[in-house]
């Protein structure tokens, strides 16, 4: 497989510095991507950069995750208008073996080939660089007006609202600068990617390795993913899309994929997954024919979830799902963990009672309508529970005065009224 062809059919290519091609067709190269550290998950705004390195590794290259331990104790200016909070080193490794774990579900760390990926942190190689080494060895190679010609550093003096950027931040690409150098000279590394916001830092990089040791090093970047709408991709209403599902349910996540736009979907299958092209365009096709159905959306949210959690995720995802958009059944909701209940629930109207009321055994239409606001009244319950309108956790209820009680709740806590086909109740038992 060509790498650069891979990804540019794939909408993944934004620049790329002449030379490049040529390199990754000639030999096996090992290329790195730079992740920040500053969380103990990664969150879906970093999936375009793990996949170009999937999709290196598929093609026969070797790629390094690097985790940024001591430049995430600097903070980038890329892309940002104000500093960030500085983390210690053992929020740092914590972070770091929480990244390795969930790459590994992206990349092969373990093979006995030689293009098995590695992990490496520059904090390793920076700890005991002293400031003056740093000055001497590194800073009189590039040029103070060669650093101000960069657009990262150029935006955040210009900004009316910045104030400012502090030399701790200014020297920030020449610290990813000397990681290019140091994996360059100590793994052999000579591409390094990111996103395109980063081609500054990368390219100081490459000019680096040019002054200093008279190399030759390549640099090549991928879009920043957006949103047909111009939004911002992967950010709702709650905050990021976490892999870990400690931060975002696999319910929730793969809500997210099965949410997203026509066009954006058409986008997004190409970036995040390892579908062939073949096998995309039929899909797009499909799709096209019968834009209702989803189905683009649908296999894209399947591959992803699939991919960060697990096929076992997947399908409680989609039987989740089901239980408020399709017909599924009261088994299928008390396999339901209390998480995703309330994932799913999320928005519904939700009332209080109190759990002693329920251990003595109250009629359905008392509960239903003074001690939880379902129905306006008595006799509108009635009448929709003869027409077989009202379900209680996905099952018919047969009698408006049957006696519910604290067998009915589930996770022992939760009672779910079905008014109707779509109108949702959470009664919660406290």
């Keep these: 497989m060509n790498f650069v062809e891979e990804l540019k059919w794939r909408g993944m290519v934004h620049d790329m ?57 600097i903070g980038d200016p890329s892309g940002k208008s104000a500093e960030r909070n500085l983390l ?32 490496v942190n520059n904090y390793d190689w920076m700890k005991d660089f002293s400031f003056l080494d740093f000055a001497r060895e590194i800073g009189k190679h590039i040029t103070v007006n060669y650093m101000m010609s960069k657009d990262s ?22 610290l990813q600068g000397y990681d290019f ?17 980063q081609w500054g830092n990368i390219t100081t990089g490459t000019e680096l390795i040019r002054r200093k040791v008279g190399g030759e090093a390549y640099a090549l970047t991928c879009p920043l993913i957006t949103k047909a709408d111009g939004g911002k991709f992967g950010k709702t209403e709650s ?27 058409a986008k997004y299958i190409r970036i995040f997954t390892s579908l062939e092209k073949e096998e995309i365009d039929s899909l797009i096709a499909e799709h096209s024919a019968a834009p209702h159905l989803r189905t683009l959306q649908k296999r894209l949210a399947k591959e992803v979830t699939i991919m960060v959690h697990s096929e076992e995720d997947y399908n409680a995802a989609v ?23 309330l994932a799913v629930f999320e928005g519904v109207p939700q009332f209080e009672v109190s759990k002693e009321l329920l251990s003595q055994g109250i009629k359905a239409v008392d509960l239903f309508t003074e001690n939880a606001a379902v129905f306006p009244s008595k006799g509108e319950m009635r009448k929709l529970v003869q027409g077989g309108g009202v379900s209680l956790n996905k099952e018919k209820l047969a009698a408006f005065d049957e006696v519910i009680n604290t067998e009915n709740l589930l996770d022992s806590k939760y009672l779910l009224v079905q008014k109707g086909k779509k109108n949702y109740y959470l009664i919660i038992a406290k």
Aim: with cysteine.
């Design 319 to 341: 039987d989740a799902s089901n239980i408020l958009f399709g017909n599924a059944t009261s088994d299928a909701l008390k396999k339901l963990d209390e998480d995703t209940l």
């Design 88 to 119: 210690n080193e053992e929020t740092l490794r914590h972070n770091q073996e929480c990244i390795k774990k969930q790459l590994a579900k992206f990349l092969d760390f373990d093979s006995a080939a030689s293009n098995a990926a590695e992990l």
């Design 181 to 197: 150098l140091h994996l360059y000279e100590a793994k052999g590394c000579k591409l390094q990617m990111g996103g395109s916001d």
């Design 239 to 265: 905050g990021n899309v976490w892999l870990d599902a400690k931060y975002t349910s696999p319910y929730k996540f793969y809500q997210f994929w099965l949410n997203v736009s026509d066009d954006d979907a």
């Design 17 to 73: 510095m002449p030379g490049t091609e040529e390199l990754l067709a000639k030999e096996q190269v090992t290329a790195y991507l730079g992740i920040d550290p500053t969380a103990d998950s990664l969150h879906i705004g970093h999936l375009c950069g793990i996949m170009m390195l999937r999709h290196f590794q598929r093609c026969g290259h070797k790629p390094l995750a690097l985790v940024g331990g001591a430049t995430g104790m």
């Design 153 to 174: 550093v150029k935006k955040r003096l210009s900004s009316e609202s910045s104030a400012g950027m502090s030399f701790t931040e200014f020297t920030y690409q020449l």
